[in-house]
Nanobody, 118 residues
Framework: VQLVESGGGLVQAGGSLRLSCTASERPRFGYAMGWFRQAPGKEQEFVAGIGWEYGTTYYSKSVEGRFVISKDSAENTVFLQMNSLTPEDTAVYLC????????????RGQGTQVTVSS
């Protein structure tokens, strides 16, 4: 599968950004799409995921209540609406695709940079 991400950029603290990721193929039953992030000097972190069949959503505690993940099934596209951004959200955001709950669910995109200034 090939993933194409877009929507990153520079924003002030408290602002919002919306990321998009389009897959070259439809996720299979039991698959999900989502986002990880990689900040300088930190381990890669799961951010959010969405099950493709039923739309069940999953969030890390660090973003729950601020970020919203959604999908457009017809376009094989997942979105991440990021609100109330803080400098701690600065990272490369990587789109993920794979079988939910398995190591197969992992980043496969090039990533898009999100920078939040204080």
């Amino acid at each position: 599968v090939q993933l194409v991400e877009s929507g990153g950029g520079l924003v002030q603290a408290g602002g919002s950004l919306r990321l998009s990721c389009t897959a070259s193929e439809r996720p299979r039953f039991g698959y999900a799409m989502g986002w990880f992030r990689q900040a300088p000097g930190k381990e890669q972190e799961f951010v959010a995921g969405i099950g493709w069949e039923y739309g069940t959503t999953y969030y890390s505690k660090s973003v729950e209540g601020r970020f919203v993940i959604s999908k457009d099934s017809a376009e094989n596209t997942v979105f991440l609406q990021m609100n109330s951004l803080t400098p701690e959200d600065t990272a490369v955001y990587l789109c993920a695709f794979g079988e939910l709950g398995s190591p197969d669910f992992r980043p496969r995109g090039q990533g898009t940079q999100v920078t939040v200034s204080s």
